[in-house]
């Protein structure tokens, strides 16, 4: 595997991990991610009413203002790590908030797509009402392109109950409809074609801490896709994800520990199944700011240095 597609994989990880961000999120899609819920899950008192902020979903202390991800090639040198050259201007991963914690653009490079994508976020309050995407193309000038559009609903306990989808010419594409626990938990998702054909369905349920613990995703014909089944420890941070294929027998597990931080330190990665494959194992070493914020981190597949990535944060205050 290439090293821009390693780091990109491990940094989707992370943030699926460690980021449940509803700003961040709000999409149509229904995959995986659905059951990657952040591993600082929410309480049953904040699944009650209490909206975190970009801050508090990205997990950073302070009242920060910008963020720049940029990933470098590294090598094991005799008594510490060595930063190597960068692995391409395109990779770069930005966020911006506003002075109360909301993120306001997200700019990340897609690895499926291979272009950069862009998002912005509009708020009523401290609700996300409508996110853009746009393709962004840098040479002599850099261009923006709308490609997707969001519009959020809400009830009146706060809940996002509807998702519509529009295109780049601002036609209805997509929408997804969800349900709510008492608590404010998702517990029930429906995506749906404009005349209400449904596409798909994904059922949630939770532990008392709010934490999903299990995700049945349904394809259109009602048969089951994927079930995802997470285990947590007392602080609430995701231990293991077990993802079941039926169709194709194959068991996804992956195993997580923390540092004191609470960040990822490490993830054990196997497939059983008809083609089994054997565990690797991936090691993320951190440096941080005096605020607590990581500035950098040194990623290490099956004990072998891969990369690092180099984090500039800029503060309000």
Known sequence: MKLTQILFLSLVLLTACQSDNQAASGTANNTEQQGKQSTASKSSA???GKVKNGWELDRLRGKVKKITDQR??????????QQGKKVQEEDDQISVYDELGHILENTRYDYTKKVIIKKTFKYDGDKVIETKEFE??????TSEKLVNRYVLSYDEKGNNTQVEWYTSADSLKEKQVSNFDKFGNKIGELRKTPDDNVIARSVFDYDSNAN???TNNYSGNDKLFNQGLMTYDAKNNKTEERWLYPQ???????????DANGNI?????KIEGPNP????????RYEYDKKGNWVKQTLTLEGK?????????????
């Not at 194709?248 to 923390?258: A, H």
């Not at 330190?265 to 990665?269: L, P």
Request: aromatic share 14%; no cysteine; proline share 0%.
């Open 265 to 269: 330190a490490s993830m054990d990665s």
């Open 248 to 258: 194709s027998k194959v068991t996804v597990i992956r195993k997580f520990t923390y």
């Open 46 to 48: 904040e699944a009650k």
């Open 72 to 81: 470098y090639y590294a090598e094991q040198g005799k008594s510490s790590v």
């Open 136 to 141: 962004v193309k840098k040479g002599f000038t």
């Open 305 to 317: 240095v891969q990369g690092m990535t180099i984090r500039t944060i800029e503060y309000f205050d």
């Open 212 to 214: 999903i613990i299990e």
């Open 277 to 284: 494959k054997g565990n690797a194992h991936q090691e993320f």
